[in-house]
């Protein structure tokens, strides 16, 4: 009796065996989602929804390579508020660049990014408000150092 369930017992750990799975390879690239809702949206300390709440969402599609694109929005009231333009209550940035790791807890990452707000009639009041920016970081540890320069006028501000 002893020898049956000693042989049952093996047997049943070969064939428990045959169908471990292989480790799931590291993915190519990878396409994540997000949806927030803040009770005010800042950019760079200033007001973008003049302290009312802001329901934002993205998408971003990340290679291992390292490139990566993606598209982020948000309502906002600035353009009509400050501007004093009539129309202007989206934002949707839309943004790519590259990002790679230089040594152990060493990564720079470089891009650009497009502040779009579709329709907005700021540039009948100063200046366009669509901005383009390029941008450069580096990252060592928990430690990020990033410039950004604005390519455009930057958010209405006329020669900035």
Not at 14 to 34: D, R
Not at 51 to 62: E, I
Not at 123 to 139: P, R, S, W
Request: charged residues 15%.
């Amino acid at each position: 009796m002893y020898s049956k369930s000693l042989t049952l017992v093996c047997a049943a750990m070969v064939c428990s065996g045959a169908f471990a799975q292989a480790p799931t390879p590291e993915p190519t690239s990878t396409l994540s989602f997000n949806v927030g809702a803040v009770s005010d949206y800042r950019f760079r300390s200033i007001a973008q929804s003049s302290f009312k709440p802001a329901v934002q969402m993205g998408a971003d599609f990340a290679h291992n390579s390292g490139v990566y694109v993606g598209i982020w929005g948000s309502n906002v009231t600035w353009i009509e508020d400050y501007v004093g333009a009539t129309d202007g209550s989206t934002e949707v940035d839309l943004y790519a660049g590259y990002k790679r790791e230089i040594a152990p807890n060493l990564s720079f990452d470089i891009g650009v990014i497009r502040y779009q707000y579709p329709g907005n009639t700021a540039d009948k009041v100063l200046v366009d408000a669509n901005t383009t920016e390029i941008y450069g970081a580096l990252t060592f540890g928990i430690v990020t150092a990033k410039y950004s320069q604005a390519t455009t006028n930057f958010i209405a501000n006329m020669d900035s």
